[in-house]
């Protein structure tokens, strides 16, 4: 009996063990899943709230600027009318209060008056109270938008005739010939506005209100605070008021009479107003609180049946294997990460739902399929099935198109699934949805280029005025030897020397200060970093030198405003470690090999060759303390106003989108090094060829050149005509539309101005191919996005970017003409 008893006390014990081994084993992950997913829905929860606060505020102010651009239209119609324009004209106002009385009667509803004022200011006809005739308006902001030809919005001000919140509205009187006549004026009550944001309930505690541009309070469903609350002068708006004053749309949290609140604001485009959606954060919150009772008593009876399973069969062992294989299935479906289950044979065995959420496709049209790597940014997919079945890890992204409307870019990691001999039995496939995070940076790099051209302002304006003296100092040397024309000739030629450098500068800075890029295509990096440097040296003190060692002209697979702005933010930040005693900046390009670098070799990289680019300075150095937090977004060491913190951050995500490594050396006192390594490409790029010394090709066909500048009429006819063209040169876009209209044949080419004041160049196109819509037509802009926008309108428009010299209109000509004769 004692020998059973000890056997059975025995297994009671390894039972017990059992047990407290279980509940260790299950409580722990238990408490952290808990937790986290308690934080997780919190924030969750949280982020959902601002954003449809900011979306509906959104909402607010677009419907807003949509009865605003309404009213706007109303009253530029009569401005235009004719009978008025002529009333102007003749300084009566007969037909015009007429008028005017008629419409205020229809439109009297949201209008407090309906007026029109002369030139000066003067109110001079009335349709709702002729007692407002004499009155003068020129110190309105409205009037002096008048006075520019363009449509106006007032500030919202109490009513003096009835002390209610109004703002007036008018619509400049034109003159056929262009003259300033005057204008119609609207002042429409704010009742529209208190209609709108009193509409809106956000459970019990949510409302919107509206601020103007000066945070006075103009709409709000308490009245009482409606031209009485300026949130300026308000302690407990301040940081929140800041925000809204300085951005266009965002979110917030604030405290206002002991009432923790939460907030999503945005700006109403034509008046600069601000619509606020505030929600008490106390009711936000109530689901998550919900959400975590309930967790903790699910979790609780879950221990408790846990319990009760590890005693009564804890011999078993499959229950808690099942069990495991259970949560683990469970993780991987509700991740957010998207995992990819590959056999030997590339065919997809296994997807979870955030891979099937990522690419907008069914499990059921992946599974059993090829794994597609179709939007692999590589240039041969086979390399990558080559090193997973070398048994390496490989890494990179995919950007591919989701359900035929959009795309998606996703982190990819491709790792082999290894036999107990080695025998790889499948892949697995780990990928991360990185679409916002990428147009994330996309938005913080343009902010950064915004804040690089501001620092390169001086630079820039001291080569302009380096060009100016140039062409200048040759012009009077050319009037001054007219008698000798070949020194006339080298003069000329120095001339157009320097108006090709002012040109070649403005496309550097319009390059860099784009807001979107081409797409990553193979380019030489060397060129770019030269033209950087070149801009960044004219802007720095002479205290400061810059050394260059660029060697290699290797390509690489990237985008040139990319790299462009990465040594612009490298240089900047070096330049300002140096800005009290000056120093060296030296920055070196060359080729490397995985075995000739350390970095390289320590590393996990699937290309054998990098460029190697280091740029180092002199200067201060960076603290040891800051080394790790170098990269965050918004952590910046310099002074309150003198950095945004985003410039390391921009160059990491530039360097990682390129598929590089970037490291970092500093001592303190001693200056910093930062080494960059891109990887190679095996591909040729081209490189545009100078054809300046070809003969220019010659012809004699009819050509309507159209330009609103009379001084590009007249230097372009005669360039053309220098060339054997016969020309016919306009000012006016509707004269050379009936010119043409009144002998369609008259002509074999157009060449016509993009921006001009009463018809666009397009237009004229338009215009002009409803009667021929074969005629070759070449459209001229010194806009540098133009050519993308008419390229998406009509492919089939030459465009030539201004401005245009003779060897490059000369050209386009020839084989625009040419090939309009072989078709």
């Not at 959902?48 to 009253?75: N, P």
């Not at 001000?157 to 509205?169: D, W, Y």
């Not at 012809?699 to 020309?727: C, F, H, I, N, T």
Request: include cysteine; aromatic fraction near 8%.
């Amino acid at each position: 009996m004692h020998l059973w008893n000890g056997t059975r006390l025995n297994r009671l014990s390894l039972q017990a063990k059992l047990v407290v081994a279980g509940m260790l084993i299950l409580l722990l992950p238990i408490l952290v899943i808990a937790s986290a997913t308690f934080l997780n829905s919190s924030h969750v929860l949280e982020e959902i709230s601002k954003r449809q606060m900011v979306q509906i505020s959104r909402s607010l102010s677009v419907m807003i600027r949509t009865a605003l651009e309404k009213d706007l239209k109303i009253l530029t119609q009569i401005a235009i009318d004719p009978q008025l324009v002529q009333e102007r004209l003749e300084g009566r106002n007969t037909i015009s209060n007429k008028k005017l009385a008629e419409l205020y009667k229809v439109l009297g509803v949201d209008y407090e008056g309906l007026a029109i004022f002369d030139q000066h200011g003067t109110i001079c006809a009335d349709g709702a109270d002729k007692n407002r005739i004499g009155i003068s308006i020129a110190d309105r902001n409205y009037f002096k938008a008048a006075q520019e030809g363009k449509p106006g919005i007032g500030d919202v001000v109490l009513s003096k005739a009835t002390h209610l919140p109004c703002f007036g509205l008018c619509a400049p009187i034109i003159s056929q010939d262009g003259n300033f006549l005057g204008g119609v004026l609207g002042i429409l009550k704010a009742d529209f506005l208190i209609r709108y944001v009193s509409s809106l309930k956000l459970g019990e505690s949510g409302y919107a209100f509206m601020l103007d541009q000066k945070g006075m309070v103009i709409s709000h469903p308490n009245t009482a605070y409606i031209m009485n609350f300026d949130v300026l002068k308000a302690p407990e708006f301040r940081e929140f008021a800041d925000l809204m004053l300085r951005t266009s749309s965002g979110t917030d949290e604030y405290t206002y009479e002991g009432t923790h609140k939460i907030a999503g604001f945005s700006t109403i485009e034509l008046t600069g107003w601000k619509i606020v959606v505030t929600q008490n954060k106390a009711e936000i919150m109530e689901l998550a609180y919900t959400n975590r009772n309930f967790i903790l008593l699910i979790s609780t009876a879950f221990i408790g049946l846990t319990v009760f399973a590890v005693l009564y069969f804890s011999r078993t062992i499959s229950n808690p294997v099942q069990k495991t294989l259970n949560t683990l299935q469970q993780a991987i479906s509700q991740a957010t990460e998207a995992f990819l289950i590959i056999d030997a044979n590339q065919k997809v065995q296994f997807v979870n739902p955030a891979m099937a959420a990522i690419t907008g496709l069914p499990a059921s049209e992946l599974i059993g399929k090829p794994f597609d790597l179709s939007g692999l940014e590589q240039l041969n997919m086979n390399e990558i099935w080559q090193t997973v079945a070398e048994k390496k890890k490989w890494s990179g992204r995919i950007t591919n198109e989701k359900e035929k409307s959009s795309m998606f870019t996703m982190e990819l990691t491709i790792t082999p699934v290894q036999t107990s001999n080695g025998t790889i039995s499948g892949f697995l496939a780990i990928g991360r949805d990185i679409t916002q995070e990428l147009a994330m940076q996309d938005r913080i790099r343009q902010s950064e280029k915004m804040e690089a051209i501001g620092t390169l302002a001086g630079g820039i304006a001291h080569d302009f005025n380096n060009i100016l003296s140039a062409i200048f100092g040759y012009t009077e040397l050319t009037l001054n030897s007219l008698a000798d024309p070949e020194r006339s000739n080298r003069y000329l030629t120095e001339i157009i020397n320097a108006t090709k450098r002012a040109r070649d500068l403005v496309n550097h800075i319009l390059t860099f200060s784009r807001g979107s890029d081409l797409g990553r295509k193979p380019m030489i990096p060397k060129y770019v970093i030269r033209e950087a440097l070149k801009l960044l040296r004219a802007s720095l003190p002479a205290t400061i030198r810059i050394h260059t060692d660029i060697k290699s002209s290797a390509p690489i697979l990237g985008e040139p405003t990319q790299v462009h702005q990465m040594i612009m933010n490298l240089c900047t930040n070096a330049a300002y470690a140096m800005k009290s005693d000056g120093g060296v900046i030296k920055v070196s390009l060359d080729e490397v090999t995985v075995d000739q670098d350390a970095t390289l070799a320590r590393a996990f990289v699937s290309t054998d060759s990098f460029l190697r680019l280091k740029i180092s300075d002199s200067g201060c150095g960076i603290a040891a303390e800051a080394m790790n937090r170098i990269y965050d977004p918004f952590f910046t060491t310099k002074p309150l106003g003198e950095g945004t913190g985003l410039g390391l951050s921009v160059v990491h995500g530039i360097v990682k989108s390129l598929n590089g490594i970037i490291t970092v050396s500093s001592k303190t006192g001693e200056g910093t090094l930062f080494t960059i390594y891109l990887p190679v490409i095996k591909m040729a790029v081209q490189t545009d060829r100078d054809d300046s010394q070809q003969k220019l090709p010659r012809g004699s066909a009819r050509v309507m050149l159209v330009d609103d500048e009379k001084p590009l009429v007249q230097s372009g006819k005669e360039r053309l005509e220098g060339l054997g063209y016969r020309v016919e040169g306009f000012t006016l876009p509707q004269e050379a539309l009936e010119t043409f209209l009144a002998d369609p044949a008259a002509f074999d080419v157009i060449i016509t101005d993009f921006t001009m004041p009463s018809m666009t160049g397009y237009e004229l196109i338009k215009r002009v191919r409803t009667v021929r819509k074969d005629i070759p037509v070449i459209l001229c802009s010194g806009y540098f996005l133009m050519e993308e926008k008419i390229r998406e309108l009509d492919s089939a428009i030459e465009f030539v970017k201004k401005p245009v010299t003779t060897q490059e209109i000369a050209r386009v000509l020839y084989r625009l003409l040419r090939d309009d004769q072989k078709t």
